[in-house]
Structure formats: structure tokens, C-alpha cells
Nanobody, 119 residues
Framework: QVQVVESGGGLVQPGGSLRLSCVAS????????VNWHRQAPGKERELIVA???????NYVDQFKGRFTASRDDAKNTVYLQMNSLEPEDTAIYYC?????????????WGQGTQVTVSS
């Protein structure tokens, strides 16, 4: 049984910061790509950053500079540091993890964590 859980969301004022976590747990042999996405109300889900085991961090242009991802592979965790938050960043933030179990490689998604930017 594999679980992917996002946490760290909440209510923050404009200009504030949050650090989100994405943790994969269970009978995991290997983790490859881990990506962060978000979905704002009434909009489609969009990719923020794609991370790989070789340390590559590939950001979508609009998130470069304010958002920073990092991986701790020993803890099966990927973080997303978000600074200078704006009301337009209000969304549910998700991660997906491409990993290997006894049955092979599969993609797992968490339930998301809500981020609300408001004064």
C-alpha cells in the first residue's frame, strides 16, 4: 500500500510564505519523478515544477523565482517553498510521484493541500 500526502497549506496574507511537503510512504522500492501542480477554482490543473532523481528542477516559467522545490530522497519527501504569495496563488496544491513497488512502476497522486492567500 502506497500513500502520497501533501501538507503545509493554509491561510497566508499576501506577501507571505509557505512550505509545502509531499511525502510518499509504503512498500516503495524506488522513486523517480516527483512533480508539483496546482488547481485554482474554476481553472485546469497546472504544472509548477518537475523534479528528478538526478537533481534536475524544471520549473514552468511563471513560477521561476518565487517557488523553489527541493528533494530529500532519504525521507521520500519533496518540498515546495513558496514566497511572495499573491491572491492569485490561491489553489489546491498537489504532487504526483512516479515510483516502483513490487508490482512495478506507477504514478501516485495525493489528495492535495489547500493554499489560500488573502488579507
Amino acid at each position: 500500500q502506497v500513500q502520497v500526502v501533501e501538507s503545509g497549506g493554509g491561510l497566508v496574507q499576501p506577501g507571505g510564505s509557505l512550505r509545502l511537503s509531499c511525502v510518499a510512504s509504503g512498500n516503495i522500492f524506488e522513486i523517480n519523478d516527483v512533480n508539483w501542480h496546482r488547481q485554482a477554482p474554476g481553472k485546469e490543473r497546472e504544472l509548477i515544477v518537475a523534479t528528478t532523481t538526478d537533481g534536475s528542477l524544471n520549473y514552468v516559467d511563471q513560477f521561476k523565482g518565487r517557488f523553489t522545490a527541493s528533494r530529500d530522497d532519504a525521507k521520500n519527501t519533496v518540498y515546495l517553498q513558496m514566497n511572495s504569495l499573491e491572491p492569485e496563488d490561491t489553489a489546491i496544491y498537489y504532487c504526483n510521484v512516479y515510483l516502483r513497488t513490487t508490482t512495478g512502476w506507477s504514478d501516485y497522486w495525493g489528495q492535495g493541500t489547500q493554499v489560500t492567500v488573502s488579507s
